[in-house]
């Protein structure tokens, strides 16, 4: 069974930056891509970025593209999202994920709340 751990999440004014992380263990498996989600009250969640293995091709959300920055770890299965530049709106549970295959992803941690106040 594959984990999937985040932490860094938190409470920071607007204009201030946070960095989650997220580490995969237990079953050994190979990723094709991992991500970040995120899920506001009332809203559905969505893909914020994401980062495929093979080519390091990275995907970002319109509304944090230039904000926000995803990396891998050197360990492996590990991703980073630094976020700069926070804004309210930002405010969500962001969720780790991870696929072995292109089109779905199969692994999600428990999330992590962040939180930005005006």
């Known amino acids: 069974q594959v984990q999937l751990v985040e932490s860094g999440g938190g409470l920071v004014q607007a204009g201030g930056s946070l960095t989650l992380s997220c580490a995969a263990s237990g079953r050994t498996f190979s990723s094709y891509a991992m991500g970040w989600f995120r899920q506001a009250p009332g809203k559905e969640r969505a893909l914020v970025a994401d980062l495929r293995w093979s080519d390091g091709h990275t995907y970002y959300a319109g509304s944090v593209k230039g904000r926000f920055s995803i990396s891998r770890g050197n360990a492996k299965n590990t991703v980073y999202l630094q976020m700069n530049s926070l804004r309210p709106e930002d405010t969500a549970v962001y969720y780790c994920?991870?696929?072995?295959?292109?089109?779905?992803?199969?692994?999600w941690g428990q999330g992590t709340q962040v939180t930005v106040s005006s």
């Open positions: 994920a991870a696929t072995t295959r292109a089109g779905v992803y199969e692994h």
